[in-house]
């Protein structure tokens, strides 16, 4: 059975910073990209950042380049977004996701004063 489950999520104000991290099981982890996406009510889950599994680069929208980075612990089957400078417009709720059609339960990042 496939799981990813985020945690890190919170309220943070603006400029502050946030790791957010998803650790993976049942599956080999080493074989996947592994994605964070977000998503606010109303709207379609925006794909945030990309990690491969192999020496490809990484990945970012043009919304959070420069500020955040994607990492992956392919010891801990675990994959992280660190969100640094973080502003009102990336309030959301974050999920990861191995491409393969399974996600996680997502957690909730809210930024405000």
């Known amino acids: 059975q496939v799981l990813l489950v985020e945690s890190g999520g919170g309220l943070v104000q603006p400029g502050g910073s946030l790791r957010l991290s998803c650790a993976a099981s049942g599956f080999t982890f080493t074989r996947y990209a592994m994605s964070w996406y977000r998503q606010v009510p109303g709207k379609e889950r925006e794909l945030v950042a990309t990690i491969f599994n192999t020496y490809m680069p990484t990945r970012y929208a043009p919304s959070v380049k420069g500020r955040f980075t994607i990492s992956r612990d392919n010891a801990k089957n675990t994959v992280y977004l660190q969100m640094n400078s973080m502003k009102p417009e990336d309030t959301a709720v974050y999920y990861c996701?191995?491409?393969?059609?399974?996600w996680g339960q997502g957690t909730q990042v809210t930024v405000s004063s």
């Open positions: 996701s191995n491409g393969a059609g399974d």
